[in-house]
């Protein structure tokens, strides 16, 4: 079955402090996607990034970037010079097909708190 | 461009009434999913509509139901609320049924 593993509930950094968040995945299919999204406060999840299985090319957007090892399962998530505004829950998202529609198998996320 | 919309904002029920939430995908999104999202935990899939057409289902009870109009907007409705029903409810859209898949801010339920 697919499953995704965030197994860090809470993490707590001051400002400007690097930190990565990790995302283990279990799948059987070959061809999947990975996905990062950010819920702040408001509740909307929005969407940061999504990785086709066949690429595992590390992806750099600012200061977040990721990393993608299909050998070991996994799909960290690191931000460079946090900001408080980094300050949210992120959840690492593993897609799977259902009766031929795309569903989202998410991790239970991890709580990120940047301190000023 | 507009994101999803969702409304109400919040609801308060009562154990075995019912309840509708609606939907209104990206412009030129065809597809809505529905997810429940329990404090603390991560979304849970419901189910998927494309062209009016229910395409997936999570494991979820009969007592769920969704449906989605010619503009493709959706309405989930939830029968016999339990006090388990209690959550974020969130609906994402994507341009077919294997795009990304774009949130709305959601629906928070609460089940007295």
């Known amino acids: 079955a697919q499953k995704v593993t965030q197994a860090q509930t809470e993490i707590s950094v001051v400002e400007k402090e690097d930190v990565t968040l990790d995302c283990v995945y279990e799948t059987r299919d070959t061809t999947y996607y990975l996905f990062w999204y950010k819920q702040p406060p408001s509740g909307e999840l929005v969407f940061l990034i999504r990785r086709n299985s066949f690429d595992e090319q590390n992806e750099i957007s600012g200061r977040y970037s990721w990393n993608f090892q299909k050998s070991t399962s996994s799909f960290n998530f690191t931000i460079t010079a946090s900001q408080v505004v980094d300050s949210a829950v992120y959840f690492c998202?593993?897609?799977?097909?259902?009766?031929?529609?795309?569903?989202?198998?998410f991790g239970q996320g991890t709580r990120l708190t940047i301190n000023p | 461009d507009a994101g999803v919309t969702q409304s109400p904002t919040h609801l308060i029920k009562t154990r075995g009434q019912q309840v509708t939430l609606r939907c209104s995908p990206i412009s030129g999104h065809k597809s809505v999913s529905w997810y429940q999202q329990v404090l603390g935990q991560g979304p849970q899939f419901i189910f998927q509509y494309y062209e009016k057409e229910e395409r997936g289902r999570g494991n979820f009870p009969d007592r769920f139901s969704a449906r989605q109009f010619p503009n493709y907007s959706s309405e989930l409705n939830v029968n016999a609320l339990l006090l388990g029903d209690s959550a974020l409810y969130l609906c994402a859209s994507s341009p077919s049924r294997r795009n990304e898949q774009f949130f709305g801010p959601g629906t928070r339920l609460t089940v007295l």
């Open positions: 998202a593993l897609s799977d097909l259902i009766q031929g529609a795309q569903k989202l198998v």
